[in-house]
């Protein structure tokens, strides 16, 4: 009898680069960081962020990184005009989804070894 193809899994390795390991109701796990409320995550760091008011954090990333993703919280919703204006006109791309979607989109980007940050929203209280 033959059996059908498996599937392989494959274990990913981010070598010394920070991956999202979890999230949950105000916070994001980052390598050992516990990041409360809203944060700033790059494969090299991780630290709080001042939300959507907050350019400062994110700019600091140009000519290091190509896109933000920005993690909107639960759900997606726009970018303020101004955020997304400032990271823009320094060459950086903005990315916005829910924040669980912008975690996974960080983990698999950094496993391809992409040039990217994350900028997140809690999610919940």
């Known amino acids: 009898m033959l059996m059908p193809d498996a599937m392989r899994l494959i274990e990913v390795s981010y070598g010394s680069a920070l991956a999202i390991e979890s999230y949950g109701p105000g916070f994001f796990r980052v390598g050992s960081f516990v990041l409360q409320g809203a944060g700033l995550v790059t494969p090299w760091d991780a630290g709080g962020w001042g939300g959507l008011d907050d350019t400062a954090g994110p700019l600091a ?3 290091r990184i190509d896109v933000l993703l920005l993690g909107m919280g639960a759900a997606i919703a726009p970018v303020p005009r101004a955020f997304r204006e400032a990271l823009e006109g320094v ?9 669980p979607a912008a975690c996974r989109t960080y983990n698999v980007l950094l496993g391809e070894g992409r040039r ?10």
Do not use: H
């Open 116 to 125: 990217i940050a994350a900028a997140l929203l809690p999610v919940g209280p």
């Open 61 to 63: 990333l140009a000519g």
């Open 91 to 99: 060459g950086m791309g903005v990315e916005p989804m829910s924040s």
